[in-house]
């Protein structure tokens, strides 16, 4: 099958494009801030743009004598990208090949002698020998020797090693780089048509490397550059990681970071500010955001960093690092102290009115019986002992507090309607009755749990229930009384000073609040609930410092 003459034109015109490409590639390539991917790419852009311009006018010059000096020009740039490759290879990918000794020695020193046969071909004659022809249209053709063929083997040998480092890198990398792939594969895939050339006349028998390089370069400075400099930015990164630019908008993120918030797939060119929790972490001097991680909740340090890779797309990157221990732990300590003040207020609040209350009956109580009033007096110290019975029951309950407080480490599978019935039995619950319905276990700590539930049943048996009953739900355990309904304020049960001023609750749901936080869980009263006081245990599967 015959070419058309105006092939001719096709050719150089492609050829003459590669070439742009490649040093449009160069300009762009001498921004990279790394320098050892700088200097590896606009070498290898360089000497593939040379390649491209030697091919472009091996088609246009006249003469068999300036085409074959062209041409053996050409062959010697077009091996040195070879090298070039592999070096831009090794350091992209975070490899040190490019720096060792022994490897630059022996690329040196194969260089060398494959340019010198090259060079001294027109003696030997071992490497090429040419031939003009005018079919399908005027140009030189070359017959290949024997070294030709051991050279090109060697060639595409090594590039594909460098194209495997780079497969490998993209592979491993926490991002979609399927359009990188296809890059890299487009710049192997002129070998294809070097193979077609050879083995028929569709095309010309010719090297057609450097337009797959002109594709790779054109991609990954123009089209894909973000990507590309995120990937080897990020290599070897396990954690979430987001790219910036200079006005905050999200750029490129890896998968890491997409698990994490999913929104990100709608996210890309928007400002940072579409993720709220992450804006406010970075704004806040903590930089914490919660993440709910496969129904745990989890703590990151949000941290934003300015960098310069010499492209002006991507130039901060927002990295979180997963700290859900330690920020457990501070959380822990945090609600400990808290916890620590409430029970210091609720302590001084008690005994400050205790004494009161003891002192002024204790001296009402002489002043009647130096009266002779006896019945009066027996009245005040009766109060006076009724004061003290409650200020005893309050400072158990803070030592109960104290004891059970602390976050504990490990639960076990508690049973409802088991650990009830033995709570209930310590309480004086005269004609009451207690009733259990539903799923009948939890995770938890048996002690406590059992702690739990006998304040919240003595809170309502001393609100006026005579049937409390406790069921356990989805994700939740109520303890339901039909006493008297909670007030508007129903929260402030719970608190540590205002519950120590009312002796009818004491410091019950309090500790029940305290209880359930050291296992994780919420606990309130259902405000919609008006037969009675329904306590809502929420026992979600969340880490026990959380709440």
């Known amino acids: 099958m015959a070419l058309e003459p105006s092939s001719a034109v096709a050719y150089t015109l492609l050829f003459v494009v590669a070439?742009?490409?490649?040093?449009?590639?160069?300009?762009?390539?001498?921004?990279?801030?790394?320098?050892?991917?700088?200097?590896?790419?606009?070498?290898?852009?360089?000497?593939?743009?040379?390649?491209?311009?030697?091919?472009?006018?091996?088609?246009?010059?006249?003469?068999?004598?300036?085409?074959?000096?062209?041409?053996?020009?050409?062959?010697i740039f077009g091996f040195s990208t070879v090298f070039a490759w592999l070096y831009f290879c090794s350091a992209y990918t975070g490899r040190t090949y490019h720096r060792q000794r022994a490897y630059r020695r022996a690329g040196i020193a194969l260089y060398l002698v494959v340019v010198a046969v090259k060079v001294t071909n027109p003696i030997h004659h071992l490497y090429f020998t040419t031939g003009f022809v005018t079919e399908p249209f005027p140009h030189l053709a070359i017959q290949q020797g024997l070294f030709h063929w051991i050279v090109t083997g060697l060639s595409y040998t090594l590039a594909a090693v460098g194209m495997f480092a780079l497969f490998e890198a993209f592979v491993e990398a926490d991002y979609d780089t399927r359009s990188l792939a296809v890059l890299v594969a487009l710049a192997g895939a002129p070998v294809v048509l070097d193979i077609l050339g050879f083995a028929s006349p569709l095309l010309i028998d010719m090297i057609h490397a450097p337009l797959g390089v002109a594709a790779f370069a054109v991609g990954v400075l123009f089209v894909f550059e973000d990507r590309f400099f995120a990937v080897q930015l990020t290599g070897g990164v396990e954690g979430a990681t987001v790219f910036l630019d200079d006005d905050r908008r999200i750029r490129e993120f890896n998968g890491a970071a997409r698990r994490l918030f999913p929104a990100l797939d709608d996210a890309a060119g928007e400002p940072i500010e579409s993720l709220p929790s992450v804006a406010a972490a970075l704004d806040d001097d903590r930089g914490v955001v919660d993440v709910d991680v496969d129904g745990e909740r989890r703590h990151y340090v949000v941290s934003e960093n300015d960098f310069d890779i010499g492209q002006g797309s991507l130039s901060r990157i927002v990295v979180f690092t997963d700290v859900t221990r330690i920020e457990r732990q501070r959380r822990e300590l945090e609600r400990h102290d808290r916890q620590l003040e409430d029970l210091s207020t609720g302590m001084r609040h008690e005994l400050r009115n205790a004494v009161t209350i003891i002192q002024g009956n204790v001296r009402w109580a002489i002043d009647r019986l130096e009266d002779g009033s006896v019945e009066d007096a027996r009245g005040a110290l009766r109060t006076a002992t009724d004061t003290t019975d409650r200020t005893t029951r309050l400072m158990n309950d803070f030592a109960t507090l104290a004891q059970y407080g602390q976050t504990m480490a490990d639960?076990?599978?508690?049973?409802?309607?088991?650990?009830?019935?033995?709570?209930?039995?310590?309480?004086?619950?005269?004609?009451a009755s207690l009733t259990v319905e539903g799923t009948p276990s939890v995770e938890a700590d048996p002690?406590?749990?059992?702690?739990?539930?006998?304040?919240?049943?003595?809170?309502?048996?001393?609100?006026g229930a005579t049937t409390v009953t406790v069921a356990r739900h989805d994700g939740e355990v109520t303890i339901t009384g039909d006493?008297?309904?909670?007030?508007?304020?129903?929260?402030?049960?719970?608190?540590?000073?205002?519950?120590?001023?009312?002796?009818?609750?004491?410091?019950?749901?309090?500790?029940?609040?305290?209880?359930?936080?050291?296992?994780?869980?919420?606990?309130?009263?259902?405000?919609?609930?008006?037969?009675?006081?329904?306590?809502?245990?929420?026992?979600?599967?969340?880490?026990?410092?959380?709440?």
């Open 411 to 431: 639960t076990t599978t508690v049973d409802v309607a088991e650990t009830a019935r033995t709570a209930w039995a310590d309480v004086e619950h005269e004609a």
């Open 483 to 547: 006493g008297d309904p909670p007030g508007d304020d129903s929260d402030r049960y719970f608190d540590y000073g205002d519950a120590a001023a009312h002796g009818a609750v004491g410091t019950a749901l309090p500790l029940v609040r305290t209880l359930a936080q050291v296992h994780g869980w919420g606990a309130s009263i259902d405000a919609d609930y008006r037969e009675g006081i329904r306590i809502v245990l929420s026992i979600a599967d969340v880490s026990p410092v959380d709440e």
């Open 19 to 75: 070439t742009a490409g490649c040093v449009a590639g160069t300009v762009r390539a001498r921004r990279i801030e790394d320098a050892e991917t700088r200097r590896g790419l606009v070498v290898l852009l360089a000497t593939s743009g040379a390649w491209a311009a030697s091919h472009a006018s091996l088609l246009v010059l006249p003469g068999r004598g300036p085409k074959t000096v062209v041409y053996l020009v050409g062959l």
């Open 447 to 463: 002690t406590r749990f059992e702690v739990l539930l006998q304040r919240a049943f003595e809170f309502l048996v001393d609100n």
